[in-house]
DNA sequence: ATGGTGGTGCGACCA
């Protein structure tokens, strides 16, 4: 089974890179961000063409969520907590025997702000959300735009982003906690080099660069954890002409 | 020089 997740920064725009990708991807069950569409607008017929299921959750804008599956995805929840957030960041489904949790997550803009407070109440929220989910099902996954770089390894320059939003340590021990309930990180079962990133900014040149971080993590749990049999980033997507910033990551499970 | 790019939607705002 192989699962992804791409913050696509429009699916409007990105809709033809997104059919081209997964075409040749074939991901069994893919997680969008940042789709920016109202749900009335979500291109239905069109992921339908692809060969895939669809659940989604998206405001106009801003934020907005989908989920994609080759076979259906039931018991589809789409918030944290009830009336928590009015911000479109979370889907949750089944899938087979998987329970796949999709997050967009707060992005902080800066270290001490007020939506960088948000992001820290929204990934408490997000702890007990997922408690939640691994006492009902054992087979859990959860993927997503993070807004969190794990590690300095995951960072291209970690002295310049020491402290800086998206690094900082108050979102990482938040990740931490996250981890600690028994998810771990199919990219890094895989792979323990730097230099491999899922985000790099628009600005700067910063892909030419390889300027970029890897805030796109996808958490397997506890008993799925040997069933990782590859992982990776597809960067190619972000040398497109008119690209997302971010570029798909994936895992590969074994059966 | 707090610059620079891109999406949404037509002026900021968010990332």
Not at 85 to 104: E, W
Not at 183 to 204: I, L, P, V
Request: aromatic content about 10%.
């Amino acid at each position: 089974m192989k699962l992804a997740s791409w913050n696509v920064n429009s699916l409007k725009v990105r809709l033809p890179q997104l059919a081209a990708w997964v075409e040749t991807a074939q991901p069994d069950v893919l997680g969008l961000q940042e789709t920016k569409l109202e749900d009335e607008k979500f291109p239905l017929d069109q992921i339908r063409a692809l060969g895939y299921h669809a659940v989604f959750s998206g405001q106009r804008t801003y934020n907005g969520v989908a989920l994609l599956s080759k076979s259906p995805a039931t018991d589809v929840v789409n918030e944290l907590a009830p009336g928590f957030d009015p911000q479109r960041r979370v889907l949750a489904a089944t899938v087979g025997d998987t329970r796949v949790v999709n997050f967009y997550v707060v992005n902080g803009q800066s270290v001490g702000s007020d939506k960088f407070a948000y992001k820290l109440s929204w990934l408490d929220a997000a702890h007990e959300f997922l408690r939640g989910e691994l006492a009902k099902h054992p087979n859990v996954v959860v993927m997503g735009d993070f807004n969190i770089a794990p590690e300095d390894r995951d960072v291209h320059d970690p002295d310049a982003w020491r402290e800086q939003v998206l690094c900082s340590t108050p979102e990482r021990e938040a990740l931490t906690r996250i981890r600690a309930l028994g998810f771990h990180d199919s990219f890094r079962e895989r792979e323990a080099e730097g230099g491999h990133y899922s985000w790099w900014d628009y600005r700067m040149g910063a892909f030419r660069r390889n300027l970029g971080l890897r805030i796109d993590l996808i958490f397997v749990s506890d008993p799925m954890r040997a069933r990782v049999k590859g992982a990776g980033i597809d960067r190619a997507v972000r040398r497109e002409e008119r690209p997302s910033d971010h570029a798909p990551v994936w895992t590969e499970l074994d059966s």
